[in-house]
C-alpha cells in the first residue's frame, strides 16, 4: 500500500509540474517568453542536439538578429566542412521520393529567388510556394540571394517542408562561403519525427523580402527582412491566429550543436529578465521568462568557425489588425 501511495503521489505531483510549466508559458510576465532547454548530449557534430523552445500564447511578434561572431574580424581561417566522426549511431530518416527540380522563382538582377525540389526527403510531400504568378509545389529549399559587388550572395534560406530557417551576414569578401550555423523555427513548433513548423503554404514578396506562412495547423505568420549587412541580418516576426493548445505549443525554437566549446554552433546562452543579464553554458541552462535570449560562442569553433550568433528579442503582442 505504501508503494501505490508513493506512486500516486510521484504521478499527481509530475502532472503538477506539467501544469505549472503551461501556466507559465501560456501567459508568463508582459514583454516575454518562457525559454526552456530541451537539449541532449552528442558527439556528433552534424547532430542538431541542442533545442531551445519559447513559449507564450499572448506572443505575437518578436525580431531575430542574426549577427556576425565577436571574433570575426579577427579570425585567421575557417573551417566549415564537414564533421562525421563519431556519427555512427545517427537516426536513419524516413525516405519519400521526389522529382528533382531546381527553379528560379524570382530574378530583378539584384534579388534573387531560388527554390529546390530534393530526390529524397524524410518527410511525404514539400511545401507550395508562391512568389507573383509562378506557384511551385513540394519545394524543400528556398535561398534569397541578393547582389553584392556584381555577384549573389546567398544570406537566408527556408525549408518550407519542416519550417526550418538558417541565415548569415552577408558574406565578407575575407570569408566568401562564411557558415550558417543555429537553424530556427517560427509558427506552432510541434513534434514529427523532429521539431517542425509545418507550413502547407509560402507566399513571398520580394520587393519588401516578406514571407507569408500558413500553417496547417491554423494560423498565419510573417518574417520579414528589415536589414542585410555584413555585420547581421535583422528579422521581423509575426503570427496571428494559431491555435490554442493544451499545453501550449512553443511559437519559435532553435536547433543547434553542440558537442564541445571548441566544437559547436552554439556553445553560450544569454537572457535577460527584470533582475538582470545572466549567461551560462548552452547544455546547463533549464528555463526561464526571458525578454531577450542570446545564443553565442566566444571561443573558436573547430566546426563552422564563421557561424553567426543568433538574439531573440522584442517579444509583444500581435499587432492590431489594419
Not at 507566399?203 to 516578406?210: C, F, N, S
Amino acid at each position: 500500500m505504501q508503494v501505490i501511495r508513493r506512486s500516486v503521489t510521484a504521478v499527481i505531483l509530475a502532472a503538477a509540474l506539467v501544469q505549472s510549466a503551461a501556466a507559465i508559458a501560456a501567459s508568463g510576465e508582459p514583454g516575454t517568453a518562457w525559454v526552456e532547454n530541451r537539449s541532449t548530449p552528442t558527439q556528433c557534430a552534424e547532430f542538431d542536439n541542442v533545442y531551445y523552445t519559447m513559449t507564450d500564447q499572448n506572443i505575437g511578434r518578436f525580431r531575430i538578429d542574426v549577427s556576425a561572431p565577436v571574433y570575426l574580424a579577427d579570425l585567421a581561417a575557417d573551417d566549415t566542412g564537414p564533421n562525421f566522426a563519431n556519427c555512427e549511431a545517427m537516426k536513419e530518416d524516413p525516405k519519400n521520393h521526389f522529382t528533382p527540380k531546381q527553379i528560379t522563382l524570382y530574378d530583378d538582377g539584384q534579388t534573387r529567388i531560388v527554390g529546390h525540389t530534393y530526390a529524397e526527403s524524410w518527410r511525404a510531400r514539400g511545401a507550395e510556394v508562391i512568389v507573383g504568378d509562378t506557384d511551385e509545389s513540394d519545394l524543400h529549399l528556398v535561398q534569397l540571394f541578393e547582389k553584392v559587388d556584381g555577384a549573389f550572395v546567398e544570406y537566408l534560406v527556408v525549408y518550407p517542408f519542416d519550417g526550418y530557417w538558417r541565415a548569415k551576414p552577408i558574406p565578407t569578401t575575407k570569408f566568401p562561403n562564411a557558415a550558417y550555423g543555429t537553424s530556427f523555427l517560427v509558427g506552432p513548433v510541434e513534434q514529427q519525427h523532429r521539431p517542425i513548423v509545418d507550413i502547407s503554404k509560402l507566399e513571398i514578396d520580394p520587393k519588401t523580402k516578406t514571407f507569408r506562412m500558413t500553417f496547417a495547423k491554423g494560423g498565419t505568420g510573417s518574417l520579414k527582412v528589415l536589414a542585410a549587412d555584413q555585420k547581421h541580418i535583422l528579422l521581423d516576426v509575426t503570427l496571428d491566429g494559431l491555435s490554442k493548445e493544451e499545453p501550449p505549443l512553443p511559437f519559435a525554437a532553435i536547433r543547434s550543436m553542440f558537442v564541445s566549446p571548441t566544437n559547436a554552433d552554439t556553445a553560450r546562452v544569454t537572457w535577460r529578465t527584470d533582475t538582470g543579464l545572466y549567461n551560462q553554458p548552452v547544455m546547463d541552462f533549464k528555463d526561464a521568462n526571458a525578454s531577450e535570449v542570446r545564443f553565442d560562442r566566444i571561443e573558436l569553433s573547430k566546426h563552422n568557425t564563421s557561424a553567426p550568433d543568433v538574439t531573440f528579442s522584442g517579444f509583444a503582442s500581435p499587432p492590431p489588425a489594419r
